[in-house]
């Protein structure tokens, strides 16, 4: 603020309450998730494959999805500076 000629406040700069911006981030996610989920399976079921085969190839990928979306709902729940 002092760079733009303003006086320094402690006031937040947040445009929503804490809550809201957590719920937020958490739809974001979400969608994330589902986007990522309905792409592979469309990779998997985009080639002529037999069911076994299909389900071998996107076993993987739906786990590191699940896996990544999990460490993302961990790290989204722990306590952050600026959400005192």
């Known amino acids: 603020m002092t760079?733009?000629?303003g006086k320094p406040?402690?006031?937040s700069a947040a445009l929503l309450d804490m809550g809201t911006?957590?719920?937020?981030q958490y739809i974001v996610l979400a969608l994330g998730i589902a986007g990522s989920v309905y792409?592979?399976?469309r990779?998997?079921?985009s080639s002529r494959?037999?069911?076994?085969k299909r389900r071998v190839a996107i076993v993987p990928v739906m786990k590191?999805?699940?896996l990544l979306g999990a460490i993302n709902v961990?790290?989204?729940a722990l306590p952050m500076a600026h959400r005192r």
């Open 43 to 45: 990779i998997a079921h």
């Open 21 to 24: 911006i957590q719920v937020l």
């Open 49 to 52: 494959r037999t069911a076994t």
């Open 39 to 41: 792409a592979a399976r």
């Open 74 to 76: 961990w790290m989204f």
């Open 9 to 11: 406040t402690d006031e």
């Open 64 to 66: 590191l999805v699940i």
């Open 3 to 5: 760079m733009f000629g």
